[in-house]
C-alpha cells in the first residue's frame, strides 16, 4: 500500500468510527441512567437526517438540521415518556423488548412516511467532487465536518456533565439513582432527558454523515449493532472509551474491507462484537478487577 | 392424575387440527391450509423459543439463524449435483450407505443429491453443533450481552448465506425436491399432497409439544424454572445453571433447525429472509404475546399471528403489527394475551396525563 493510500483509508476509517463513537455514547448515556440498552438508537440517527432532508426543501440547510435536531430530541423524550416510564418490574430481558419493539415501530414509520428511497442531504461545503489535501491524500471536506461535529459534541457533552447542574445530576443518577434521588434530584427527569441528549446528539451525527454514507430507512439496525460493539469495546457506560474503540473499530473496518469481498462488511463489526463479548464483556480499558467491583 | 391433566391438552391438538380441517372443508377454501401448514412449522422455532425464553428466562434474538441454517443446509445438499464426482471414493462410500438418490431436476437432466433423511440428519448434526459452540461462550452472558450476541449470531448467519455461492446468495434456493417419510407420504407444496401435509405438520407439532412438557416437567423444568426466578438462588442449591441453560439452547436450536427443514421441503424453496433479524423478532413477539412461560400460549400464538401475517392480513403494517405487539404485551399484558389485561397501567397512563394536563 502506498503512503496516500494508507493515509486515505485512515480518514475513512477515523470518519465512519466516529460515527460509531457517537452512537456508542448514545448508548452510554441512556445506559449509565437507566441500565438500559436502547436497541433504537440507530433509528434516532435515521430519523434525524430525513427529517433534515425533507425540511431542507423548504428551508436552508443549517435552520433545517437544527429542527431536525429538536424534533428528533422531542421524539426521543416521548419514547421514553410512553414507552420505556410505564412498565413495571422492568427486568432487563423486559426492556429489551420494549426497545426492540420501539426501533421496529420507528423503522416502519419512516417506512411509510418517506418511502425506501435512498436520500442525502447536500455536502455542507462544497460538492460530491469537491476534494480537501491532507496529508498527501485527498478527501471530501465533509469528513472534516464529520470529524469536527463529533469531536464537538464530545467535548460538549463532557462539559456538560462536568460542569453543568443537570449534567452532574444525571451522572449522579448513573453512579446510584436511589441516593441520588435522596439528595433530591428529580430521577424520573433525568432518564427522560438521557433519552432525549442520546436522540438529539444521534440525529446531528446522523445529519452529518448523511452526504457520506446517503440516508435510507433501514440503516439504523447495523448502526446500532456496530454501536454497540463499539459501547462493549470501550466499556458500557465509558465515554471516553467509547470514543478510542469507535476510533478502532472505524479503522479495522475499513482495512479488513480493503482486503475481503464487500459482502463480509458487516461481519467484521459482528465478529468483533462477539469475541469481546465473548472474552472481555468488560471492554477493553477496563481493568478486571475493577469491573468485577463495579458488577458485584 | 396428573400426567392426565399435563398431556390432556396435547390429545386436544389432533381435535383441534380436524376440527379446522371442517371448517375449512365446509367453507370450501382448502387452500387455506397451506397457511396452517407453514404456521405450523414456524410454530417449531416459537416452542423451542418459549422453552429458552419464558422458561430458562434466557433472551435470543438469533432463533431465525438456527431456523435458517437448517433449512439452507438440508436445501443446499438435496439440490446439489454430485454426478461430476461419482467416481470419487468419498461419493461411492455414501452411495453404498444409501444416503444418495437419483432423480431429475426440473430441466429433465440427472441429478444425483442427497436423500432428505441424509441432508435432515445433518442439518440437524449442523444446528446443533453451532449451537453448541456458539453457547458455550454466550450462554454464560447475562440480559442485553446475551440478546446482542445472539442477535450478532443471527446477523452473521444472514450475512453468509447472502454472500455465499453455496446458499445461492440473494436469491436463496429453489426446486428442493420433497421429503418422502414414508412411501408414498412426502412433505412438498403439491395440491394432491395438501391435506396429508396438514396433518404431517401437525404431526410435527404434536411431537414438538410433547418433548417441551416432558421436558418442563421433568427435573430440567424446575431447575429452568428456578435458574428464572433467580440464577444466584439456582446456583447456590447446587443447580448447575450454565449447563442447563446450554441444553436449552441447543435444544430449542434444535426444534428451530427442524422447522426450517420441514418448511423449507414444504415450499420447495427457502430464501434469506428467513434468516434476517426480523424474522427472530417475530418469534420473540410471539412468545411474549402467548405469555413469556406458557407454551400453549405460545403455540395459539404463533399459530394465529404467523396464519394471518401469511394470509397478509396485516397488509403493509406486516412488521409494524410485530413491533406493536412487543411494545403492548410489555406495557399492558406482562403475561401474556390468555390472562387478563392489566388495567393498573392504563389506568396510571391515563391519571399520570391528567395530573399533566
Redesign the interface.
Known sequence: MVWAQIVQYCLSGITVGSVYAIVAIGFNIIYNTTGI?NFAQGEFLILGAMTAVSLAQVMPLWPAIACAVVLTTIVGGLVELL?IR????AS???????T??????M???ML?VWDEKVRALPYFTGSGVSTVRVLGAHVSPQVLWVLGVCAAIVAGLTLFFRCTLTGRAMRACADDRMAARLCGVNDRRMVALSFMLSAGIGALAGCVVSPITQTQYDMG?PLA?KG?TVA?LGGLGNSAGAVAAGLLLGLLEVFAMSQL?V??K??VA??V??LV??FR?TGLFVRRESASLRTA | MRSLRTYAPLLALPAVAVGLHGVLAAEGDIARMTQLIMSAYYALVVIGLCLL?GYA?Q?S?GHAGFFALGGYVSAAMTTCNLLPWRQTTAVRLCEIAGLLIERKDPFGMPLLSFSPWAAFATAMLVCGAVAFVIGV??IR?????L???T???G??VY??V??AAVFGQADGISNVPPFELLPGLRIGGSRAWRVENYYIAWGAVMAAMLLAINLINSRVGLALRSIHESEEAAHSLGVDTYRYKLAVFVFSALLAGAGGVLLTHYNGSISPSEAS??KS?RY??IV?AGGMANLWGALGMGMVLNYLSLRGQFG??D??V??????A???FA?QGLLRPV?WS?VR??LAGRARNG
Open positions: 440498552i414507552f410505564p412498565v413495571r418490574q432487563p430481558l423486559r426492556l429489551i423488548v420494549v426492540i419493539g420501539v426501533s421496529i415501530l423503522r416502519e414509520g411509510h439496525a449493532i454497540f462493549i469481498p459482502a463480509y458487516e461481519a459482528i465478529v462484537l462477539l463479548l465473548v464483556p | 425464553m428466562g433472551a434474538l461462550p454466550v452472558l447475562r440480559g442485553h450481552y440478546a446482542m450476541a442477535l450478532g449470531f446477523l452473521i450475512r453468509i447472502l454472500a433479524v426480523m423478532v420473540v413477539a411474549a403493509r403494517y412488521e409494524a410485530f413491533g406493536l405487539i412487543l411494545i404485551m410489555m406495557l406482562p392489566d397501567v396510571r397512563l
